[in-house]
């Protein structure tokens, strides 16, 4: 969950400085309450005494607060006082008003219960459209802080009219107000937290709004954060069963993939994109998968590749390989992509991270798959060095790498079902060491899976009979 952002106040309209606001902190710390004066301020009838008690306060639960502050501030009484300053006429009272629930929202779950309780819900719905910018934004944030608690605080939002408000302020038109809208985003992020599972009836709704935001926002430097909770959020609705055809009709695919290939989005976004486009084309459906190779998916994975960033990669690779599994045509364009070369490199750089070459191997498998009657296929998995590849496969310590590797190079030699197998698929697997390698598969104590020696066995029977046999003992 984001943090607060700080405000650098040198003066306020009462008055307080910089070092006032330290001594109040200095006097919390060390009496570990809030001073007295400051509690009669906040009750006092002089408007620019109380006014001047509220920015003190705010400034005490500031980020980064000092231990124990917020509860100090509970500890006062004060709490639904300050909520009732919500619905203050004075814009800067309810501006501070506003951030200090903002941070008593923050940290426990039972002090944001308190100040909802107060009432705080409707009061932040409406200050959310406020003519103030910077009023509305910490309303928003409040909402956003409370929806992130747990389920409790979270529906308790939504039945008051929190989230049904955050995604009005998305959809929201105006651009003097893109600040908020950015909050809003963040806050919607936040009510789709995965750890509470919500059905998906319930938070369908948000989708379209996530979608046109993503879709329709430049990417800059004060944006890029918010696109990357925008498709967070698209991710993590995903998770909650959505239909893939529900995503794609949003149109938002072919802008992902725009991302995916744009330097400027940063590596950060681009896994959050990327684990958007890896669950468009994860699914069985070609037809989804088509709508993502058809906006420029395979060429934006290059881009992902290059990067050498080790969790990009393994995404791109994950996405390849489904893409890897679908149809003749997916294949075809995978092909002509360009990307069989990093797949391999990553496959045989013993450099790379094993769960990559995991998911480099699960791609050349999933090729080989293909290849039965298609000499094209057959002919780039040759001229691309696949078989010597998914050969050294089987010798990374990772037992699914050497089973996808087996499964592959079971494919490659029975790419000619019911004749004799090419001589040349057999030369270039003896080049590589196949047998020697399938052998040492076989007789590993590291390998406990029966079936993958059994079948290592078999294909050393079938095709390389004078390396079948097992050294006497």
């Not at 006092?44 to 100090?72: C, F, L, M, N, Y």
């Not at 009005?168 to 936040?190: G, M, N, P, Q």
């Not at 993503?214 to 990417?219: F, N």
Request: hydrophobic share 40%; charged share 25%.
């Amino acid at each position: 969950m984001a943090s607060e952002t700080l405000q650098d106040d040198t003066t306020d309209l009462a008055g307080l400085t910089l070092q006032g606001a330290s001594a109040i902190r200095a006097s919390l710390t060390t009496e570990g309450k809030v001073p007295e004066d400051l509690v009669l301020g906040f009750n006092s009838e002089d408007p620019q005494i109380k006014k001047a008690s509220v920015i003190q306060i705010r400034t005490i639960v500031q980020k980064p607060a000092p231990p124990g502050a917020v509860q100090a501030v509970f500890d006062t009484g004060l709490v639904p006082a300050i909520v009732s300053l919500l619905d203050s006429e004075d814009a800067r009272i309810q501006f501070e008003a506003a951030w200090i629930v903002t941070n008593l929202a923050s940290e426990r779950a039972q002090h944001t219960e308190q100040v909802i309780d107060a009432g705080a819900i409707p009061k932040l719905v409406i200050l959310s459209a406020s003519p103030n910018a910077d009023v509305a934004e910490n309303a928003v944030w409040a909402l956003g802080n409370t929806l992130g608690h747990s389920a409790r605080l979270r529906d308790r939002v939504e039945e008051e009219g929190g989230t049904a408000v955050l995604v009005k302020l998305v959809d929201c038109r105006d651009s003097s107000s893109e600040k908020v809208k950015r909050r809003a985003v963040w806050a919607i992020f936040c009510y789709l937290n995965p750890s509470r599972e919500l059905p998906i009836s319930r938070i369908k709704h948000v989708l379209p709004c996530l979608a046109r935001y993503v879709q329709e926002t430049p990417v800059n430097e004060a944006n890029m954060e918010f696109i990357e909770y925008a498709v967070k959020a698209l991710y993590r609705i995903s998770k909650h069963h959505l239909q893939r055809t529900d995503f794609i009709s949003t149109g938002v695919v072919p802008r992902l993939v725009k991302l995916l290939a744009d330097s400027s989005s940063g590596v950060a976004l681009q896994k959050q994109v990327l684990g958007c486009l890896g669950y468009v084309v994860s699914g069985s459906d070609d037809d989804s998968k088509d709508v993502a190779v058809d906006a420029g998916l395979l060429p934006g994975l290059l881009v992902a590749l290059e990067t050498k960033d080790p969790d990009l990669c393994l995404w791109a690779l994950w996405t390849a390989s489904n893409v890897a599994a679908g149809s003749h045509s997916q294949v075809y364009a995978l092909l002509d992509s360009g990307i069989l070369k990093p797949v391999v490199r990553v496959l045989m750089d013993d450099q790379e991270p094993n769960l990559c070459r995991r998911n480099a191997c699960w791609t050349i498998s999933n090729l080989t798959k293909k290849v039965s009657g298609d000499a094209k296929v057959a002919q780039a998995l040759i001229e691309g060095r696949c078989i010597e590849a998914l050969s050294a496969a089987l010798l990374i310590p990772d037992p699914k790498t050497k089973e996808r590797a087996v499964i592959g190079i079971t494919d490659v030699l029975e790419w000619k079902p019911g004749s004799e197998v090419d001589e040349s698929i057999l030369t270039i697997l003896r080049s590589a060491s196949g047998p020697q390698n399938l052998r040492a598969v076989r007789d590993s104590r590291d390998v406990d899976d029966e079936d993958i020696k059994t079948e290592c066995q078999a294909l050393l029977t079938l095709y390389f009979p004078d390396c079948s046999r097992r050294a006497r003992v």
